[in-house]
């Protein structure tokens, strides 16, 4: 199945590259011999990427062309920037301080079995 679709891709890719005015979904699924269903999954995986866009958007029988155009305008990221530069204090890691008292059930042990603990470590049979 995955060899399908990848064959079905790159057959799409070659036709639309080899046709500069455009090809209809119908002008593809004629050419390949794929369904509607294949073709439209095709073309919109390819659509998303950029790789080729609709001449009329949002127009019925519009034709899809290769997008060259697009893949140039894709910024590329400046790797100028240090991450590992200044220090960094955690401020969002500070406890707590906007209701009192909220961490008093800490002072109480927890029941474990037939043990109590406390916080610090201590231990108690019940």
Sequence with gaps: MQDLRTHLRKEIEDLIKRHPGGLTHAQLMERTGAN???????????RDKLFIRAVRPGRP???????????????????AINKMEGQYTCPELRPFDGRPRCNDHLQWPSLQGKTRVWPDGRRESV
């Design 36 to 46: 509607s269903h294949q073709v439209h999954s095709v073309v919109g995986r390819l």
């Design 61 to 79: 029988h519009t034709p899809y062309v290769w997008a060259e155009s697009n893949m140039n305008d894709v910024p590329t990221p400046s790797n």
